[in-house]
T-cell receptor, first 113, second 109 residues
């Protein structure tokens, strides 16, 4: 069964450093998303991406965050200057049409120290 | 703003003891309701989508139902491998999913 692949599975970074989280969505999917889950809390939406541009973003997704689809297969989330409160599991998801069958990756656990 | 509330927060069952999980939602317009299973340290795994009141979907020991205000995930004769956190979520017009807090299900042999 097709799956969404995320790398790395775990990233530890110093506060203030830049991190890039990588995702390979399912190949024929057109909609791409990033979500995060702070330990013990709800899964929260960050951003959605369609047709090479951001279609929606949450209040969490401020100027420190950016997304990119640098080629036909990868989808990345960059955090420019990490804060302690950015520590969370970050999930990439994709779907092949609107409001249908989002598939999530296994996540990247980001720890900011 | 869409809101999703799940209850109970945690549920302990004996193997074979059937029960139901609740997901209450408040949305401006229902565009679907999603159920996911999440194992510790993993991403949500898609289970069902329901689009209209009265709709039901089944998969093995799980059955999801939908009314105008809530959805239920019924689990029949659960097994220990059904232990997980079950999440429900609703999408807005822009495909943003709002998740509930989840129900952590523990099934003891």
């Amino acid at each position: 069964e097709p799956e969404v692949t995320q790398t790395p599975s775990h990233q530890v970074t110093q506060m203030g450093q830049e991190v890039i989280l990588r995702c390979v969505p399912i190949s024929n999917h057109l909609y791409f998303y990033w979500y995060r889950q702070i330990l013990g809390q709800k899964v929260e939406f960050l951003v959605s991406f369609y047709n090479n541009e951001i279609s929606e973003k949450s209040e969490i997704f401020d100027d420190q965050f950016s997304v990119e689809r640098p080629d036909g297969s990868n989808f990345t989330l960059k955090i420019r200057s990490t804060k302690l409160e950015d520590s969370a599991m970050y999930f990439c998801a994709s779907s092949n049409r609107s409001n249908y069958g989002y598939t999530f990756g296994s996540g990247t656990r980001l720890t900011v120290v | 703003e869409d809101q999703v509330t799940q209850s109970p927060e945690a549920l302990r069952l004996q193997e074979g003891e059937s029960s139901s999980l609740n997901c209450s939602y408040t949305v401006s317009g229902l565009r679907g309701l999603f159920w996911y299973r999440q194992d510790p340290g993993k991403g949500p795994e898609f289970l069902f989508t329901l689009y209209s009141a009265g709709e039901e979907k089944e998969k093995e020991r799980l059955k999801a139902t939908l009314t105008k205000k809530e959805s239920f995930l019924h689990i029949t004769a659960p097994k220990p491998e059904d232990s997980a956190t079950y999440l429900c979520a609703v999408p807005d017009a822009g495909n943003m999913l709002t998740f509930g807090g989840g129900t952590r299900l523990m099934v003891k042999p």
